[in-house]
């Protein structure tokens, strides 16, 4: 169906997000941010709370100057200080926008403002007449909104549109709502307060009952015009609605919402990795739509329905919200059809018979080990055509290291059955000298794409898991080594990627059929 209204994006990555515990961003990554977010297409950025740090307010007044493509917002509670000080942040903004909030709910005004209700209604119409005198985009929070008795939620909002604020927020700042709940607030304030037709509802909501898209949604669908929201939900306590989930449910349930967003959806992976590293807070695997396992699917039975029609487990498309393809993760859980369509992918023509050989010898590995790659599919499929031993086999290694010294490393292999030894003094410590001395040994020259470390089981006899990706000439390939040793780990685990990059760029095909 034809969106029959848009709906704002405000995010408030760069204000309630920094407030995650361990996120604050520096001036630079604030910047790289913002930019990141005007090309994403959210309408309104949130840049910070200006008077809270001489920081905030630098950061804010810079990505003012600095962004056009979106309005730049700046939180001020409703006192002078605080609006003037947000002015001069904004002041040489393209779009300035001033939020102004001040609580409401019964239990803020008893005990945190200490305050009645025609206090804070005085109070409210002061900080919007105030910040109106500065520019003409204002928005106001009743904060604890959710919380509010419905009566006086509809006069403080019918009062700050009279005086002048554009846009009016209904936070539940403490993630207390439920769907049905915020939807009856909105439709209240549509259906009692006079004058809501000259300000935009918007909903701001935490995530404290895992709910905060969910009432965000039904906030959109009693007729909000504006949701505010975080990349990858981040912010106080368990965070915010998450920008990413609700503009993808906006968008795969047009047919129901019936609106829209300026949102361009094939960045939102991107933007989360940026916001993901920067602030340190990485993404769940699980994590919808931009989780590493969002588009993965390892049953059996979803693979065989993905291989014949993508839309019978999959809503979205992977492109849509920028990633490549859709990862079919081969595993203990996986079926025939799956473990075949990546053979051929790998270019192997399996018979019916060399196929349950496979899939017998896939089914013991992959309860060893979580993940197959296309490595392990390639080494199982070549077994069906030559029982070829490994062409390098590790025997030994001796290493002499020390501080600021290149080490020297003497490795033993077997290739094909017959010793080989070398020696180097060469790498900056003895894993990369194994490493070099291994090139050398065996003339595979690599570019080490992933290594990686990890104890088996615990105590301080603990096996080492070393896992590498090695590319050669395109190709890429992975080993794994295991050991009390983690040099000698590292050193399996580099002489099994290169055994199968040995293998030749290009699979053999089945004998009867290449």
């Not at 001040?102 to 005004?109: K, N, V, W, Y």
């Not at 967003?261 to 602030?279: D, E, Y």
């Not at 990633?323 to 992918?345: F, I, M, P, Q």
């Not at 896939?362 to 390639?378: M, Q």
Request: net charge negative; aromatic share 4%.
């Amino acid at each position: 169906m034809t969106p029959s209204r848009s709906v704002r994006i405000f995010d408030t990555t760069l204000r309630d997000g920094e407030q995650s515990p361990g996120a604050s961003m520096n001036l630079t990554e604030k910047m790289e941010i913002a930019q990141a977010l005007v090309a994403l297409g959210v309408d309104v950025i949130e840049a910070g709370f200006p008077i809270a740090s001489p920081g905030d307010f630098e950061s804010v007044r810079d990505i003012a100057a600095a962004v056009s493509g979106a309005t730049v917002c700046g939180l001020a509670r409703c006192s002078d200080a605080d609006i003037d000080r947000a002015w001069e942040a904004l002041r040489h903004a393209r779009q300035p926008r001033i939020h102004v909030f001040l609580a409401t709910s019964s239990i803020h005004r008893e005990f945190k403002l200490r305050m009645n209700e025609e206090e804070v209604l005085a109070r409210a119409v002061a900080g919007v007449t105030r910040a109106r005198n500065h520019c003409d985009d204002i928005e106001f929070s009743p904060e604890d909104a959710a919380r509010t008795e419905i009566d006086f939620l509809c006069r403080v909002v019918e009062a700050v549109i009279a005086a002048g604020a554009t846009t009016v927020n209904i936070p539940d700042t403490v993630g207390y709502a439920t769907p049905s709940q915020m939807h009856h607030v909105i439709k209240s304030l549509r259906d009692r307060v006079p004058n809501i037709d000259r300000a935009v509802i918007s909903v701001h909501c935490h995530d404290d009952l895992g709910l905060a898209v969910a009432n965000s949604l039904a906030a959109v669908e009693a007729g909000a015009g504006q949701v505010e929201c975080t990349i990858n939900g981040i912010g106080e306590r368990a965070g915010n609605c998450s920008l990413e989930e609700v503009v993808m449910a906006l968008k795969t349930r047009g047919d129901y919402y019936g609106v829209d967003t300026r949102i361009v959806t094939q960045k939102l992976v991107p933007t989360s990795r940026l916001v993901a590293n920067v602030t340190g807070i990485q993404v769940p695997r699980n994590k919808a739509i931009v989780g590493r396992n969002a588009f993965a699917h390892e049953a059996g039975i979803h693979q065989d329905g993905m291989l014949k029609e993508r839309r019978t487990y999959e809503i979205m498309r992977p492109e849509d919200v920028g990633l490549e393809r859709t990862d079919l993760v081969l595993g203990k859980h996986s079926g025939r059809a799956a473990l075949a369509d990546r053979a051929k992918a790998l270019g192997y023509q399996l018979t019916v018979e060399q196929l349950q050989t496979v899939f017998e010898r896939f089914k013991l590995l992959a309860d060893r080990k979580k993940e197959i790659y296309d490595g392990d599919i390639a080494a199982l499929c070549e077994q069906q055509f030559a029982a070829l031993p490994e062409q390098f086999t590790f025997e030994g290694y001796t290493v002499t290291s020390a501080s600021g010294a290149a080490p020297t490393v003497t490795l033993r292999v077997l290739q094909n059955g017959v010793p080989q030894t070398v020696t180097i003094t060469a790498g900056d410590g003895p894993i990369d000298g194994i490493f070099l001395a291994i090139e050398k040994l065996t003339g595979v020259t690599t570019v080490c794409r992933d290594f990686r470390v990890q104890a088996v089981t615990v105590g301080k006899d603990a096996q080492a898991e070393v896992t590498v990706e090695l590319e050669h000439a395109g190709q890429q390939q992975r080993g794994r080594g295991v050991s009390t040793d983690s040099l000698e780990a590292a050193a399996k685990a580099f002489l099994a990627a290169v055994n199968r990059l040995a293998l030749g760029g290009t699979p053999r095909l089945h004998p009867q059929t290449g």
